[in-house]
């Protein structure tokens, strides 16, 4: 299991316990699948990212009534999920998530892989750990190319993107003119702030960035459009320094709603056809239950079905019903009722490595996670004034960076356009312990590296037609050779970043299997022991043009070949964006919302 290690966890626990009741509010939610009507117009499966826009949306006007449902639980009173600083130690609560694994990596030299997605209310906004990038416009710009629809071009969706987000003060409301630009900004339910907590390296990274130049500029926004270069980092916290997740900003001030009803704990097993003379079935019935042995239950959508249930279980849902590759579906015992190939096909997601660094201080959060007394009073002081150490995520900084022209020298440039970067820096002000157990001596920084447009393609196929049984994850992380070779790039651009003058002193080595490479073989083999997924996965039931063979998804997001079943999640991402996903999962479903409107409006 990956999460980050916390110390003296007894500790940690008995602090939660004092501030839960603070923290707790009950949300008016079902766990009873008897209280569920037989009909509503639509029937939304997965209450995350995208699932609680749709839910706002669609019953904001009163004219329609809508069931959402949440395999998992609630999110109310899980402290590490509101508390930002705590995010990484959510997904050590096995209810919370879905607690996948990959298949054996065989260009990872043969590792399983955690593959942790949220299984609660707002699913992985509630348990990711905050950092929110919308994607440039080249990102989008390229989706309109490839599904050749132009309403998914940068300028006819920057409307959803204000309508999603809003940029709120920091905790302590200090200046932050030289740290974003609110002009980049919307009005909409999700809070994003700059940091509140000033760590060692903050000005360090900027004053590099400015001494070593146009490999590494200063962008004062990374929501500008333009992402590359290093900026200060926006996350998903209010300004209580709460966690803002679409369960906070999209589903708390509609629980009161009369026509929205929310059930929980309950899990969609397959959506059924419904009888019908017409060519092109209907999936309006959606079945689901509780537990493998438990009893099944029966709704109807008179208008649509919405899967919002995330990359991996959308595609396992459509599969279970009959609904993907017609030779695969009959292997497994499963009658096929719509042939399209490419349902679970094409996964993609970026790569992530750690590079750490031994430093010459002992103001790193090291220091603070060794001390019980300590970490108990940061806890506190974020409690009672919302500031502190856990008041942020662990990201200050981060960068998007593009590499040298001559890097691509007969090859193909896999980014979306000039605005984009081919990997990101994520500078952490000590040990991040997700894979490697921090050292219990000395203090460190933490620079990640990611792969922003990769080329390696995986899959998400069924294990069993046990709708409980998890499916078969296999991202096929480095099968393509230009991966690797851009990690090893972004590695090396790591430590020629703390080549500036401002680190001589400070950074005083290189630390563990990454840090004892050298040459660039080394560096390829080291990222192939150490690389972990950086939890965006995407594409998996992809968006393609109106009328194309392949793709599952149709651009307004319809289902190909059926009728009454619409997808809204990262599964339909016709390609990855080099950013982190839940800002573009905000976009898309702000979209989705209009065009299920204005198809029943």
Aim: charge should be neutral; proline fraction near 6%; glycine fraction near 6%.
């Amino acid at each position: 299991m990956m999460f980050f290690k916390f110390p003296q966890p007894g500790l940690l626990q008995y602090s939660f316990l004092l501030l839960l009741n603070a923290c707790l509010i009950q949300a008016l939610v079902y766990t009873n699948p008897n209280l569920i009507k037989p009909e509503y117009d639509f029937v939304i499966v997965g209450a995350g990212a995208a699932g609680n826009v749709m839910a706002n949306r669609l019953t904001e006007s009163g004219k329609f009534n809508v069931l959402l449902i949440e395999a998992g639980p609630s999110n109310q009173g899980l402290l590490p999920s509101i508390v930002p600083f705590l995010a990484p130690s959510i997904q050590a609560i096995p209810y919370a998530i879905w607690n996948y694994t990959t298949i054996p990596q065989p260009a990872l030299d043969n590792r399983t892989l955690a593959y942790v997605r949220g299984k609660l209310l707002g699913g992985s906004s509630s348990i990711n750990f905050l950092t929110f990038t919308r994607g440039s416009d080249d990102d989008f710009d390229r989706w309109a190319r490839l599904t050749e629809e132009p309403e998914w071009s940068w300028k006819n969706l920057r409307q959803y993107y204000l309508k999603s987000e809003k940029l709120v003060p920091p905790a302590d409301a200090h200046d932050t003119t030289h740290q974003c630009n609110p002009s980049f900004h919307g009005n909409g339910p999700i809070e994003v702030s700059v940091p509140t907590f000033a760590t060692d390296i903050d000005g360090r990274v900027i004053s590099a960035s400015k001494e070593l130049g146009e490999e590494f500029k200063f962008n004062l926004d990374v929501q500008s459009g333009d992402m590359v270069g290093i900026s200060v980092a926006q996350s998903t916290i209010g300004s209580t320094s709460k966690r803002s997740s679409s369960a906070t900003g999209y589903l708390n001030s509609i629980f009161q709603r009369k026509n929205l009803d929310i059930l929980i704990q309950t899990q969609v097993t397959k959506l059924l056809p419904s009888n019908s003379n017409s060519k092109i079935p209907s999936f309006q019935t959606v079945q689901f239950a509780q537990n493998s042995t438990g009893k099944i239950y029966h709704t109807h959508a008179k208008k649509e079905v919405i899967l919002s249930a995330g990359a991996i279980n959308t595609p396992q849902i459509l599969m279970l019903s009959g609904i993907g590759d017609r030779a695969a579906l009959t292997k497994k015992g499963i009658k096929p009722l719509v042939d399209l190939p490419d349902v679970g096909q094409h996964l993609q997601d970026h790569p992530l490595l750690l590079n750490y660094f031994r430093v010459n201080t002992k103001n790193t959060f090291d220091t603070i996670l060794r001390d019980p007394h300590a970490t108990v009073n940061a806890l506190n002081q974020w409690n009672t004034t919302g500031e502190g150490q856990f008041a942020d995520s662990l990201t200050n900084s981060i960068g998007f960076i593009r590499l040298d022209n001559s890097f691509w020298n007969g090859k193909v440039d896999p980014s979306a356009g000039p605005k984009s970067g081919h990997f990101e820096m994520i500078f952490i002000d000590g040990f991040a312990a997700l894979e490697t157990p921090a050292p219990n001596t000395g203090n460190f920084i933490t620079v990640n590296t990611a792969v922003l447009n990769p080329l390696s393609r995986g899959s998400v196929t069924l294990a069993s037609v046990d709708p409980f049984v998890f499916p078969v994850i296999d991202p096929g992380f480095f099968t393509a050779p230009l991966d690797v070779s851009t990690m090893v790039e972004a590695v090396k651009a790591v430590r020629k970043f703390f080549t500036a003058s401002i680190w001589n002193g400070y950074v005083t080595s290189r630390f563990g299997t990454m840090g004892d490479a050298s040459t660039d073989a080394e560096i390829a083999s080291a990222a192939r022991q150490s690389v972990v997924t950086i939890w965006h996965p995407a594409s998996t039931a992809m968006m393609s043009p109106e009328h194309a063979k392949w793709g599952v998804v149709t651009p307004k997001l319809l289902v190909k070949g059926t009728s009454g079943l619409r997808i809204v999640d990262t599964s339909i991402f016709p390609i990855i964006p080099a950013a982190h996903t839940v800002g573009p999962v905000y976009i898309v479903a702000e979209r989705a919302a209009d065009f299920v409107k204005e198809k029943w409006c």
